[in-house]
């Protein structure tokens, strides 16, 4: 449970870092740059720990899935309440196969065969 939730701390920054900059087009892209720069060394803070004590109980596929997974959700909210965008029903189609993915990863009749 500490990988999921140190996962998804970081994606909370990565998507600000990443995305927050779009609703300030008016700032020089250099302050914008070094802004994000910054929210990406909190989001490392989250991340690196989060992989590290991941990897002892997830493989290495299994946690990049966790991470998209997060990633989307967070996503989702994020571009929904801070951004003004719409989520429309091919958005959700193309997360529901990156969850299709995960559940062929994460069930244990296909690992190992």
């Not at 998507?15 to 802004?35: D, S």
């Not at 989250?46 to 998209?68: C, D, H, W, Y």
């Not at 959700?92 to 299709?100: D, K």
Request: aromatic share 22%; charged share 10%.
């Amino acid at each position: 449970m500490r990988t999921v939730i140190l996962l998804l701390i970081s994606n909370i920054f990565m998507t600000f870092a990443w995305y927050g900059h779009l609703k300030f087009k008016e700032t020089p892209l250099w302050k914008v740059i070094i802004i994000s720069w910054l929210i990406a060394f909190a989001e490392y803070c989250f991340m690196v720990p989060a992989n590290r004590i991941g990897s002892s109980t997830f493989s290495v596929a299994q946690l990049k899935v966790i991470q998209e997974i997060i990633t989307l959700v967070v996503f989702s909210v994020f571009s929904v309440w801070y951004l003004g965008e719409k989520f429309t029903w091919n958005y959700a189609v193309g997360f529901l196969f990156i969850v299709l993915a995960a559940w062929f990863i994460f069930n244990p009749d296909y690992a190992n065969k």
